[in-house]
């Protein structure tokens, strides 16, 4: 999981809290995503980063919130509105976008259960 | 749109055989493909990638993959199988000219290796 971190490895939470989850990257990677995976639906992506200060919406970002204000950060809080939110949460991280391919490197992941 | 398939829920194979597990895709121009692994609770683990070249890609752990562009797949391979290669496996996919990094993930294959 070399590089990247994400905190902790598994959270608790109460319907109808928020809760910040932790992603932080030493690679100097340009790129950082988030990904949520339930069983027997492989990864989906909830945001993603190209660069500091900005950030895109992936294929299921209803319910949830992110930041990028320095290269190696990239917290995802997953509010109340998240109808769904107990799952796996991964972070990954990439050299660059667009043309300049870099694999994505991923960190050991989240699990958050909410009841 | 970028798809990935993986057909086949799980894939059992005796130690010591051949192990293939098969991912078809589906995107717009040339492909990057990727394959990764996943051990229970742990994020994932970047196996092998293919840009351009050669058909046959050479990765971490013995695994290979071959692509196949008239079939639009990219089988990972191995020729002998451990049982610490039981885990779940994925493709993922994205097209060479599109302006981000986003990949698309396939459901995944779980890969049991019987002693």
């Known amino acids: 999981d070399g590089g990247i971190t994400q905190s902790p490895k598994y959270l608790f939470r109460k319907e109808g809290q928020n809760v910040t989850l932790s992603c932080e990257q030493n690679l100097n990677h340009d790129a950082m995503y988030w990904y949520r995976q339930d069983p027997g639906q492989g990864l989906r992506l909830i945001y993603y980063?190209?660069?500091?200060?900005?950030?895109q919406k992936g294929d299921i970002a209803e319910g949830y919130s992110v930041s990028r204000e320095k290269k190696e950060s990239f917290p995802l809080t997953v509010t109340s509105a998240q109808k769904n939110p107990t799952a796996f949460y991964l972070c990954?991280?990439?050299?660059?976008?667009?043309?300049?391919?870099?694999?994505?490197?991923f960190g050991p992941g989240t699990r958050l259960t909410v009841t | 749109a970028q798809s990935v398939a993986q057909p086949e829920d799980q894939v059992n194979v005796a130690e010591g055989n051949p192990l293939t597990v098969k991912c078809t895709y589906s995107?717009?121009?040339?492909?990057?493909l990727f394959w990764y692994v996943q051990y229970p609770n742990r994020g994932l683990q970047f196996l092998l990638k293919y840009i351009t070249g050669d058909n046959l890609v050479k990765g971490s752990y013995g695994f290979e993959a071959e692509f196949n562009k008239s079939q639009t797949s990219f089988h990972l391979k191995k020729p002998s199988a451990l049982v610490s290669d039981s885990a779940l496996y994925f493709c993922a996919v994205r097209a060479a000219n599109y302006g981000n990094n986003r990949l698309a993930f396939g459901k995944g294959n779980q890969v049991v290796v019987i002693p």
């Open positions: 995107v717009s121009g040339n492909p990057y």
């Open positions: 980063s190209q660069i500091v200060n900005d950030f």
């Open positions: 990954a991280s990439s050299m660059s976008s667009g043309r300049v391919l870099g694999e994505q490197y």
